[in-house]
């Protein structure tokens, strides 16, 4: 069994939609190339999960802070509209980006029921 081959079914392996056969699950179990890449999705599954999990709080003076601060260095809603384009324009790219993501992992996990 060569590695390319069970790539794509690794992550699916680490969070349950697909099951390894005999040979493949031996395969994986002597190969050091394959153990990491299962290592790597454990780790990103478990930090997904965390972020889920645990909200951050917020400071109780931090908005008065930042608003302070703001005014202090003169700082006007006028001036802040060239970056709110800009972050907007890249918040917008990181989303669509995430969404991509999903939809590839979501059709490579039908993909690997149906096979399976």
Known sequence: MQCDELAPLLAGVVDG??????RSA???????RCQAEV?????????L???REEPVPMPAGLPAAITAYLDAAGVT???LWPRRV?????LTAT???AAGA???AVARSRRLRLAG
């Open 17 to 22: 939609s697909a099951v390894l056969d005999r």
């Open 26 to 32: 031996r395969h994986v179990g002597s190969c050091l």
């Open 39 to 47: 290592a790597q999705y454990r780790r990103l599954l478990r930090t």
């Open 49 to 51: 999960h965390q972020l």
């Open 77 to 79: 809603p006028a001036s």
């Open 86 to 90: 800009a972050y907007a324009g890249a």
């Open 95 to 97: 989303a669509a980006g």
């Open 102 to 104: 999903i939809a590839l």
